[in-house]
């Protein structure tokens, strides 16, 4: 906020908007993601299921699990999901992400077209 005020006060307008912009941009961002309900799900082990030792294997690495089933059952067939107010349509997230590209296009093509103030 004090760079958005510092460039009105000197006059620099192209600099200001997009400071501005940026600030609405990624607080509504925020808002609408930062609203959301994070949810994790895994299914439960069967009663008297033995250890769920076992391997995740990548495109490099390998990864050795070992543990009760339930915990290695969260790492590899656990889920998380983010619940939005605005579903199945989520035309918060839409709006939001019009915004941000908005806001990108602005400070790419805008700012270097800003009339310089150093002469």
Do not use: K
Not at 62 to 70: D, I, N, Y
Not at 106 to 117: D, E, F, H, K, T
């Amino acid at each position: 906020m004090g760079t958005a005020v510092a460039c009105a006060l000197v006059g620099d307008w192209w600099c200001f908007c997009c400071i501005v912009l940026g600030i609405v941009a990624s607080g509504l961002s925020c808002f609408v993601i930062g609203s959301g309900r994070l949810q994790f799900s895994h299914p439960e082990p069967a009663q008297g299921a033995p250890r769920g030792d076992g391997m995740l294997i990548l495109d490099q690495d390998v990864v050795l699990l070992r543990g009760e089933e339930g915990a290695v059952n969260s790492i590899t067939r656990g889920r998380f999901a983010l619940h939005f107010s605005s579903e199945p349509e989520y035309r918060n997230i839409g709006f939001c992400s019009m915004l941000l590209t908005i806001q990108f296009l602005a400070q790419l093509l805008l700012i270097p077209q800003a009339p310089s103030s150093a002469s």
